[in-house]
């Protein structure tokens, strides 16, 4: 597999990496714990200022048309600076409004490729083990949406958000107004910082064009997947970075702790874990960004990214000692980021069940080279 990306997505890559390194420094991180907003306006104007807020918004509705892959360069970096702005649920949003129901949303697409306004998504519905637990009924002539959403991203300050919802026909994502009649918000603060809220519906008029097609719930599950990987993946990326810097300065016994043999094989562990995740996000990557079957890659990208989490995250606090829990020392916040993607992506055993489903259902895998897809490169 080639992991270079070309000059262009370098560029983003640079950007980026600047744009979130200037911004995020300890110091703000410490301030933004303090001053309980619920997220950095400041950078997501910023953001929006350079363009980033809209790469993977198709070009006629004023975006930029980039794939997942360029997407994957900005939240990398995003993640390694712990940046709390909506990136992912904001650019997703809109493009699968783009890709579904653009004809009636042409403007709300418009606006938040300008951003002008802000959009959220939850897909909580998918990995709960409980189910979504929204319900869309038709009543007569209406669509009624009824139930509960637990802790949607920025919910309380977005102009729109997309949700999973359980119809007879199935799965659906239902485009609702936090705002509209009969919906109430529950606002709270997520474990990373960010605000959050619980949306209650009581019986909210909806009206066809708020309900997307069946297949837009998978495409945008995927993509979720790899945004929510990328953003772990540079996460645990600077953890480790952090973390090395660390032992290397950290004495005991007259020598750096980062001498030591035990300390040596657990920063191994850390670094098999990042490199796993890595290379299965690259080809899920590549696989949505040329529009190929991406179910399995997108399970198995999940599990990694929880079990990168959970292991990065827990032994670069042990190597820490006891100032990895003093809250003004910066390495916690990497610990708190993990645990809430691993909450958002659902867990490494429900991800690894899911996974198991599908290969118990499915008898032939990409790296086989059997798939008509492969043959050009047998």
């Known amino acids: 597999m080639d992991f270079a990306l070309t000059d262009d997505q370098r560029a983003i890559a640079e950007m980026a990496d600047s744009v979130f390194r200037d911004y995020c420094t300890d110091d703000r991180m410490r301030a933004f714990d303090l001053d309980q907003q619920p997220f950095m306006g400041d950078l997501w104007a910023t953001c929006i200022d350079t363009g980033l807020h809209a790469l993977a918004i198709p070009e006629e509705f004023g975006g930029s048309a980039m794939g997942i892959l360029d997407?994957?360069?900005?939240?990398?970096?995003?993640?390694?600076?712990?940046?709390?702005?909506?990136?992912?649920?904001h650019q997703l949003a809109a493009a699968c409004l783009a890709r579904y129901a653009a004809g009636q949303h042409r403007e709300l697409i418009e606006q938040a490729a300008a951003g002008t306004n802000l959009l959220s998504v939850s897909l909580e519905g998918l990995t709960s083990s409980r189910g979504p637990g929204l319900q869309l009924v038709q009543t007569g002539e209406h669509l009624q949406l009824q139930g509960e959403a637990?802790?949607?991203?920025?919910?309380?300050?977005?102009?729109?958000?997309?949700?999973?919802?359980?119809?007879?026909?199935?799965?659906?994502?239902?485009?609702l107004d936090p705002r509209a009649e009969g919906v109430e918000l529950v606002e709270g603060v997520a474990n990373h910082g960010q605000a959050v809220a619980d949306i209650h519906c009581h019986n909210v008029l909806l009206d066809a064009a708020q309900v997307l097609p069946a297949e837009a719930v998978a495409w945008l599950d995927q993509r979720a997947t790899a945004a929510l990987a990328a953003l772990q993946l540079g996460v645990s990326d600077e953890q480790v970075r952090r973390t090395?810097?660390?032992i290397n300065q950290r004495e005991q016994f007259g020598r750096a702790i980062g001498t030591f043999q035990a300390v040596q094989m657990t920063m191994a562990d850390t670094y098999i874990a990042l490199e796993a995740l890595r290379s299965s996000l690259f080809q899920l990557c590549y696989r949505l960004d040329n529009d190929l079957p991406s179910?399995?890659?997108?399970?198995?990208?999940?599990y990694l990214a929880c079990e990168a989490a959970h292991l990065v995250g827990h032994k670069a606090q042990h190597v820490h000692?006891?100032?990895?829990?003093?809250?003004?020392?910066?390495?916690?916040?990497?610990?708190?980021?993990?645990?809430?993607?691993?909450?958002?992506?659902?867990?490494?055993?429900?991800?690894?069940?899911?996974?198991g489903d599908?290969?118990?259902?499915?008898?032939?895998?990409?790296?086989?080279?059997?798939?008509?897809?492969?043959q050009s490169i047998c």
């Open 321 to 355: 000692g006891g100032i990895g829990v003093d809250l003004t020392y910066p390495i916690h916040r990497f610990l708190y980021w993990s645990r809430h993607l691993t909450t958002v992506l659902g867990g490494p055993a429900a991800n690894l069940e899911r996974l």
């Open 71 to 89: 997407l994957y360069c900005v939240l990398k970096a995003q993640g390694s600076g712990l940046a709390h702005v909506p990136l992912w649920q």
């Open 358 to 374: 599908w290969l118990a259902n499915n008898d032939k895998l990409g790296w086989k080279y059997d798939l008509d897809e492969n």
């Open 244 to 246: 090395v810097e660390y």
């Open 150 to 175: 637990g802790a949607v991203v920025l919910a309380a300050q977005a102009d729109r958000v997309l949700l999973v919802a359980e119809s007879a026909e199935g799965l659906r994502l239902v485009l």
């Open 295 to 302: 179910d399995s890659e997108a399970l198995a990208t999940r």
